[in-house]
């Protein structure tokens, strides 16, 4: 077991070295100024020059690279040129607000698939697994921004119950204010993820109750119930467990349009904003953020499944 | 300083009088002639010079609220554009961006939304004889909000940092005429200048000039120092910024206490316009700017007005004079009569916009803007004669450059995607390039067959507008238009102080500029808020923001 | 929009089965599924190509005032906020709609099996890395890669093609790379082997082949994804430059005037949905085809 978490933290390590790499030369590539972009158009060419040197935009790539990766370990993410504010405290804030949004997500995720996909999968071929299975293909089917305007039009516009308006106030989320704030991006993320889960789980399930031991349990004789509850479930729902770990790397880096749609204050619509704003190092932080988070929770979801199904570890 | 004696304010005083002698003939308007009155400092003396019927309404209009101001309160205003650097006043660039330094710092004097001229920190103003050194008696017992006394020292800190190339500020480029600033005691300070400019209080009133003490140690996100009526509590950039109110502001309310009314004022951030709608629907967000297309729709929220103003803000076509295709003026003219300029109030307004004839001098919002002259009328027919005249007979590819939708809300973008429909039938074809750099390559050349679109708010004179943008020289002569006869027009016109002949010189100005400048001007827009109805405010038509005087009935 | 990424060749029970799939295409016809899905397919095809000989106005004619306007006889689906006729302009970016994924997921299919191709079948530390490069490409968050992509190399057709080939690559080498570890031991591979064939030749003429159905119905749903994809980015302001018909721009745009028009967000979301749910169909009922012939 040692071995394999000192082997999976190795990967993991590489991983981030060579995605770290990846995003920074991807964005420096970017065509922008950025001493122009801080002092302004106003600004003579000594005074560009001179910040140039002072922080070191005209030094070449690799040590512009090795200057980032060291203060970013450290913490010290620079400073936006957009806003002209240390990026650290905004990508902390911004980071707490996405985590809160995913988990809300996850919340409606992992009970609602998992039930959709055992029902259809128990009455496989029969009415419900039908709906669910349609059900499953618009969920799987419909991009999240299409979702999230249906979700507005109706919610928003139609039945004027929830707000199609996200941003937050105040220092931490407040769920008594915040709250019904969360309700439609969350809704948008999970009915975005909830069809592709339930499918694997349908498809879990079908397989484990046509397993021998299944059909073995139920020639012995025990209840149908029993079988289900005690046997069949627990098999069944690794499968899609896992495939809800793979999601995270979605739920943390992939809302930026959710985050855009509703005015959420998250990682992604930072970033999105950085991007469309060429604003490099509000860009590496924050993808470089979203990506040590990533590999992490992967690492912890590959720990935990592991733990579930030991012949993983051998393979 | 001996030019400040008797004799300088005689030479005022009889400036006045000329004046008054102009309007009593009815060749410059009452307000025309208050506006220049006040410009030279002499406001109190001109409205001495009204009949007494009409000094009532020469009165400011902040003063003549009949409600009685309520205390106290919270509002959520949005400003559209999310946050942008603002760490240094100095380096503004955007009206957007200096509204949030606009809570906590004053000018020296201010623009009410009525376009007066009104004192702030500078009490009275005055040209010497010559008309070349200003001196301007400074406010007494106004203190910052860490604490110091206000005093001459202040101003000419600010003015002598904005002068400095080293702090690479606009305003030095704008009041490119101003050579220096001096403090004669500690509530006088004189400004002087390389020749004569007659507007040239209206530049203390740029935004970069905000008033910022002699101790401050720069950053003004860690040291926002001012003598505002407000002081930032919480600022969190790209979502909100919250204001408190000062409890030993200088300016005094209607009810005689100090401004502001309001206990705290939060800016949130709200670049999409559906999201902003959706918060005022809620009622979390009380006033937010809107676009005017969207006005039915905003006309549904029971608790808003959709208040609009008529501006002198403009979106310009950027038409390279010294780059191909545009140095036949051939092309340019055929540009500008492709554009059909009702279509554009229509479609881009709704109509709730003033049709413009290619120069930048909106009627009724400069004094002594020429009134409205017709402009030109789409004539395609004419555009591709013209256009085969300069050796384009299949027309002409163009790549346009603006600013990207989302760092100014698409006001670039909904007029370029416009003027790809309309140019198309004569021969323009359009291929849009937005960019959100275009601030920083704005004034470069930018090669053959470029053509541009950008957005200037309205001015605080003619002369402000006109030296920035159209003389030769000018810093932010976008489109390097240059006409030695204009140039020379520009400077009579700056330092005239006759009124009437000022007239006259600005409408040869606008004319010349209408009919030869490489630039495209289809009309000038109303801006439209919605402002909830128990919030007191008033829309400026310069888009400048300033919470000290709104106040909110319960 | 992660989702294919995620649809992983290693996890033992997923919706995607790589096993040999072979598709008899004129058995599609008994899948009313496959049916359906290619019937949507082909409509978008179908308006694409007469799409300009029908529409009743330019994509950049404008009425002038007619702003956010609802569905009329005049225009049909309303206008948009530039008085611009919106079925005319929904009708014409079919045409980029139905290219551009296909093109995307055919360079990235191109690509993957390259390197899947050669990584299975060579094995060894070639393998290793390049498998390892691109599972750490999988950890990218997906709508980062494409952003940060296209904010490098600026917003144009040929440029969200590629951005969306680069970020689809590695999951389809990884599927590929599965497929050939599976038909690399069978006795026909063996077969060749044993005749002397040359690498190129096994891997051209006898894994190839072997692998073209479950390549292509994975390659089917990624287009759906991939059409998704240039949909969102086109929300984010990162599409194709205006003033060209983006369905993801356009419906971005039109949120704004909900209640003037709900029309004008809703068709060009739903135009996107319905190429993705197409894809979707037909590749389940591909799949379900290929299962019942087994």
Request: aromatic fraction near 10%; charge should be neutral; glycine fraction near 8%.
């Amino acid at each position: 077991m040692l071995r394999f978490i000192l082997r999976r933290l190795g990967t993991m390590l590489l991983t981030m070295l060579v995605l770290s790499i990846l995003i920074f030369v991807i964005s420096e590539v970017v065509p922008t100024d950025p001493a122009l972009k801080i002092l302004g158009r106003e600004s003579t060419p000594q005074a560009r020059a001179a910040l140039s040197e002072k922080m070191g935009f005209n030094r070449p790539l690799p040590e512009r690279y090795w200057n980032w990766i060291t203060h970013f370990v450290r913490g010290d993410f620079g400073e936006s040129y957009r806003l002209g504010a240390p990026i650290q405290p905004l990508v902390a804030r911004r980071l707490t607000n996405s985590l809160f949004l995913a988990a809300s997500a996850l919340l409606i995720i992992i009970p609602v698939s998992l039930l959709l996909g055992v029902v259809a999968g128990l009455n496989e071929g029969r009415w419900p697994d039908r709906v669910i299975s349609i059900g499953s293909l618009l969920s799987i089917s419909l991009p999240d921004f299409v979702m999230g305007v249906l979700l507005i039009t109706i919610f928003s516009w139609w039945l004027k119950v929830l707000p199609a308006d996200s941003s937050l106030r105040g220092d931490n989320i407040d769920l008594a204010l915040h709250g019904r704030k969360l309700i439609l991006p969350a809704a948008t993320a999970a009915l975005v993820l909830i069809g592709y889960i339930a499918r694997v789980t349908r498809v879990s399930m079908i397989e484990v109750m046509a397993s021998p031991y299944i059909r073995t349990a139920v020639l012995k004789g025990l209840p149908r119930r029993t079988v289900i509850v005690r046997h069949a479930l627990r098999n069944a729902l690794i499968a899609p467990i896992a495939i809800i770990t793979t999601q995270i790397n979605w739920l943390i880096g992939g809302l930026i349009v959710i985050e855009q749609l509703f005015n959420y204050p998250g990682l992604g619509s930072l970033f999105a904003r950085a991007a469309l704003e060429n604003d490099l190092p509000m860009i590496e932080a924050s993808a470089m953020t979203a990506i040590v988070l990533i590999v992490l929770s992967q690492l912890i979801a590959d720990l935990l499944y592991s733990a579930l199904n030991p012949r993983v570890r051998l393979s | 300083m001996k030019l400040f004696g008797p004799k300088a304010i005689k030479a005022n005083e009889e400036r006045v009088r000329e004046a008054h002698f102009q309007y009593t003939q009815n060749r410059i308007s009452r307000r025309e002639f208050l506006r220049f009155a006040s410009t030279v400092g002499a406001s109190a003396m001109a409205i001495s010079l009204l009949p007494p019927r009409e000094r009532l309404l020469a009165r400011p209009a902040r003063l003549a609220q009949d409600m009685a101001p309520v205390r106290g309160g919270t509002i959520y205003n949005s400003l559209g554009i999310d946050t942008r650097r603002f760490d240094d006043p100095a380096r503004l660039d955007m009206v957007f961006v200096s509204n949030y330094v606009r809570q906590i710092c004053d000018y020296l004097v201010v623009l009410d939304p009525d376009l007066n001229l009104q004192p702030s920190l500078a009490t009275s103003w005055m040209p010497s004889e010559d008309g070349k050194t200003w001196t301007v008696t400074l406010r007494e017992g106004v203190k910052f909000n860490h604490g110091k006394d206000f005093n001459a020292d202040d101003v000419v800190f600010t003015f002598e940092r904005l002068l400095n190339p080293d702090n690479s500020s606009g305003w030095a480029g704008a009041a490119n005429y101003v050579t220096g600033v001096e403090k004669v005691d500690d509530y006088t300070v004189n400004f002087f200048t390389n020749r004569v400019v007659g507007d040239f209080i209206y530049t203390l009133f740029l935004y970069h000039a905000a008033i910022l003490p002699s101790d401050w140690p720069g950053d003004f996100f860690t040291n926002p120092w001012g003598t505002g009526p407000f002081t930032i509590e919480e600022h969190v950039p790209d979502e909100y910024i919250r204001f408190k109110r000062r409890e030993d502001y200088w300016q005094m309310g209607a009810d005689g206490k100090s401004l502001p009314y309001l206990d705290t004022v939060e800016f949130v951030s709200y670049p999409d316009e559906a999201a902003r709608f959706s918060a005022m629907q809620e009622g979390s967000l009380h006033m937010g700017p809107a676009s005017i297309t969207l006005r039915d729709q905003y006309l549904t929220l029971p608790n808003h007005d959709f208040q609009t103003v008529q501006t002198g803000n403009l979106h310009i076509g950027i038409m390279k004079f010294n780059e191909e295709p545009w140095t036949n003026p051939n092309v340019v003219e055929a540009l500008k009569l492709s554009v059909d300029r009702k279509a554009y109030a229509d479609t881009l307004y709704l109509g709730f916009a003033i049709e413009a004839d290619d120069h930048p001098i909106a009627p009724g919002m400069y004094p002594l803007a020429p009134a409205n002259q017709t402009p030109r009328q789409q004539d395609y027919e004419k555009a591709r004669a013209l256009l085969a005249e300069a050796g384009y007979p299949d027309g002409l590819d163009l790549t346009v450059d603006y600013i990207d939708p989302g760092s100014d809300g698409g006001f670039a973008d909904g007029f370029a995607q416009f003027l790809v429909g309309q140019l198309e039938p004569a021969g323009f074809r359009l291929t849009l390039a937005p960019n959100p750099d275009f601030w920083t390559t704005w004034l470069d050349d930018w090669g053959p067959n470029h053509f541009g679109v950008s957005n200037w708010a309205q001015k605080n004179t003619a002369s402000e507008m006109l030296n920035l943008a159209y003389y030769s020289k000018g810093v932010w002569n976008e489109s390097h238009w240059s006409n030695p006869e204009f140039d020379r027009l520009l400077e009579a016109f700056d330092s005239e102080l006759d009124q009437e002949k000022r007239r006259g010189q600005l409408e040869q100005l606008t004319n010349l500029i209408s009919d030869q400048a490489s630039v495209l001007i289809p009309g000038f827009r109303q801006d439209a808020a919605a402002i909830a109805k128990n919030v007191h405010y008033r829309l400026h038509p310069q888009a400048y923001v300033w919470m000290g005087d709104t106040w909110v009935t319960p | 929009m992660e989702k294919p990424l995620h649809q992983p060749a290693n996890f033992p029970l997923t919706v995607i089965r790589p096993r040999r799939v072979r598709i008899r295409w004129r058995r599609v016809f008994r899948s009313p599924t496959a049916l359906i899905g290619a019937a949507i397919l082909l409509f978008w095809v179908v308006m694409a190509l007469v799409g300009p000989a029908i529409v009743p106005y330019g994509i950049n004619d404008s009425e002038a005032g007619a702003v956010w306007k609802p569905p009329s006889d005049k225009h049909i689906l309303g206008t948009d906020g530039l008085g611009r006729d919106l079925f005319s302009r929904l009708v014409i970016g079919a045409g980029q709609m139905v290219t551009l994924p296909p093109l995307a997921v055919g360079l990235a299919v191109l690509l993957g099996t390259s390197v899947g191709l050669l990584a299975g079948y060579r094995g060894g530390w070639f393998d290793e890395i390049v498998m390892r490069l691109m599972d750490v490409l999988m950890a990218f968050p997906v709508v980062m890669l494409y952003l940060i992509i296209i904010v490098a190399i600026g917003a144009s057709a040929v440029n969200v093609v590629v951005a969306v080939a680069v970020a689809t690559t590695p999951a389809i080498s990884r599927l590929v790379r599965g497929l050939v570890l599976d038909l690399r031991n069978r006795e026909f591979v063996a077969a060749a082997r044993m005749r002397g064939e040359s690498t190129a030749y096994i891997l051209f003429q006898e894994i190839l082949p072997n692998a073209a159905g479950p390549i292509l119905v994975d390659g089917l749903v990624r287009i759906g994804y991939a059409t998704f994809s240039i949909g969102a980015l086109g929300f984010l302001g990162l599409g194709l430059p205006p003033p060209n018909p983006d369905w993801g721009r356009m419906a971005s745009e039109a949120r704004q005037a909900i209640i003037l028009t709900p029309t004008a967000a809703l068709f060009p979301s739903l135009a996107i949905a319905s190429i993705v749910v197409g894809c979707n169909l037909l590749a389940d009922g591909l799949r379900e085809l290929a299962r019942s012939e087994e």
